[in-house]
């Protein structure tokens, strides 16, 4: 089993700036794909970001692309959401999940369906 832990929510402005950590525990965590993926309230839930077991390799959405970035330090177990030019539209859940058994191409990360592990969800909501 792993625990995700997702912390680092909260009320921002636009334009502003969070960081989202996500701490697991329970399996080796240097050997799986970590992503993030947020659900806005009354929509479905869509992928955000995703990186590699190594951090060398990374995926965004076109909605966040350029402003988000994802990485994550294995010998803290731990994965990271910058998230800069915060927008309105921004506002969701945000999930850090774990992926223990695929490989790392976009298609694949992309899907909710690609992860074993999921966190209990971190709020982020941006006023205008």
């Known amino acids: 089993q792993v625990q995700l832990v997702e912390s680092g929510g909260g009320l921002v402005q636009a334009g502003g700036s969070l960081r989202l950590s996500c701490a697991a525990s329970g399996r080796t965590f240097s050997s799986n794909i970590m992503g993030w993926f947020r659900q806005a309230p009354g929509k479905e839930r869509e992928f955000v970001a995703a990186?590699?077991?190594?951090?060398?390799?990374?995926y965004y959405a076109d909605s966040v692309k350029g402003r988000f970035t994802i990485s994550r330090d294995n010998a803290k177990n731990t994965v990271y959401l910058q998230m800069n030019s915060l927008k309105p539209e921004d506002t969701a859940v945000y999930y850090c999940?774990?992926?223990?058994?695929?490989?790392?191409?976009?298609?694949?990360?992309?899907?909710?369906?690609?992860?074993?592990?999921w966190g209990q969800g971190t709020q982020v909501t941006v006023s205008s």
């Open positions: 990186v590699n077991w190594s951090g060398s390799s990374t």
């Open positions: 999940a774990a992926d223990y058994g695929g490989l790392f191409f976009f298609s694949r990360v992309a899907g909710s369906n690609s992860y074993d592990y």
